[in-house]
Structure formats: structure tokens, C-alpha cells
């Protein structure tokens, strides 16, 4: 089991940038895919990025795509995700998740459902 806690939220203008920290607990970190989700308030959660356990894979929605980057440091137990050129469409409380893989196959998942485990949230704010 592992538990995960983010940092990192806050308001920023448009155009602006912001890194959340996700940092979990529990000896067996890396063996988690991870993934960072976000909820806008009157809709749906929806994904962002996810990363393999091995940190090789790594995939984005359509909509931060070149924008975004997740990274981990299994050292650390952390996953990050930088945000740049942010929008206020970007505006949410963004949740990290894990899901095991017992060190098994190089995946990352993109759906909520996939993750087992889940933070409290961060609210990031974008003004324009």
C-alpha cells in the first residue's frame, strides 16, 4: 500500500508555470505506475500524464501535451509534474495516483479507474 501527498498548487497568471510535487510512502514506490488527474469543478476527472514504474514511458492528454511533463525520482519516491504556457482552462485540483505493477511489463494507464490509490488533491488556479 502507499500513501501519496501533493504540493505545489497555487494561482498563477496565464502563461505561467508551476511544478506539483506528489511524494508517496512506503518502501516499494517504484514499483508504481503513476499518474497525474485534475477536476475542474462541475465536471468529470479527467487525466493529465502518467509514467511508467520504470520512468521510461510516459504519455499526455491531447490538451497539455507539450506543455506538461511528468518525471519521477524513485530515489525520492516523487513524482512531479511541470506545468508551462498554463491556461485557465488548466484551472482544477490535481490529484496524483498510483497504481502497483509488482515490477511486471513498462505500462501507463490513462484512466481514473486504473489507480488504486490516490492523494488528497492540490488546487491549482490560473488567472487570465
Known amino acids: 500500500q502507499v500513501q501519496l501527498g501533493e504540493s505545489g498548487g497555487g494561482l498563477v497568471q496565464a502563461g505561467g508555470s508551476l511544478r506539483l510535487s506528489c511524494a508517496a510512502s512506503?518502501?516499494?514506490?517504484?514499483?508504481?505506475?503513476m499518474g497525474w488527474l485534475r477536476q475542474a469543478p462541475g465536471k468529470e476527472r479527467e487525466f493529465v500524464a502518467a509514467?511508467?514504474?520504470?520512468?521510461?514511458?510516459?504519455y499526455y492528454a491531447d490538451s497539455v501535451k507539450g506543455r506538461f511533463t511528468i518525471s519521477r525520482d524513485n530515489a525520492k519516491s516523487t513524482v512531479y509534474l511541470q506545468m508551462n504556457s498554463l491556461k485557465p482552462e488548466d484551472t482544477a485540483v490535481y490529484y496524483c495516483?498510483?497504481?502497483?505493477?509488482?515490477?511486471?511489463?513498462?505500462?501507463?494507464?490513462?484512466?481514473?479507474?486504473?489507480?488504486?490509490?490516490w492523494g488528497q488533491g492540490t488546487q491549482v488556479t490560473v488567472s487570465s
Open positions: 495516483a498510483a497504481r502497483p505493477t509488482h515490477y511486471s511489463g513498462n505500462y501507463y494507464y490513462a484512466k481514473p479507474g486504473d489507480y488504486d490509490y
Open positions: 512506503g518502501r516499494t514506490f517504484s514499483s508504481y505506475a
Open positions: 509514467i511508467s514504474w520504470t520512468g521510461s514511458r510516459s
